[in-house]
């Protein structure tokens, strides 16, 4: 049974750092795409950073570019997102998502086939 689940959430303050990650299983992490999605209260979802199969290449959104880093451990079917310099703003469920096999980034959510239940994080002092 294919199945990505995030872990890493959590309230901190402005300013910390936070690693989130996104565990497969079922499938072979190494021919997909993922991305990491958030999703705010009253706001559309977001798609934030994309890493894909082999790591070839990375994408971030705007605003999040220069504090977030993605990376992947393909043998361990693992992606991971590390989130430095947190804002409220960041404040968000963070899911993670797979796109088609063997396909760029960044891909259109509605592409995805396989998401995560999400994690909470909160940035509040």
């Known amino acids: 049974q294919w199945a990505l689940v995030e872990s890493g959430g959590g309230l901190v303050q402005p300013g910390d750092s936070l690693r989130l990650s996104c565990a497969a299983s079922?499938?072979?992490?190494?021919?997909?795409?993922i991305a990491w999605f958030r999703q705010a209260p009253g706001k559309e979802r977001e798609g934030i950073s994309c890493i894909m199969n082999s790591a070839q290449m990375t994408h971030y959104a705007d605003s999040v570019k220069g504090r977030f880093t993605i990376s992947r451990d393909n043998a361990n079917q693992t992606i991971d997102l590390q989130m430095n310099g947190l804002k409220p703003e960041d404040t968000a469920i963070y899911y993670c998502a797979r796109g088609p096999a063997f396909t760029t980034c960044p891909f259109d959510s509605k592409l995805s086939d396989l998401w995560g239940q999400g994690t909470q994080v909160t940035v509040s002092s």
């Open positions: 079922g499938f072979t992490l190494a021919w997909y795409p």
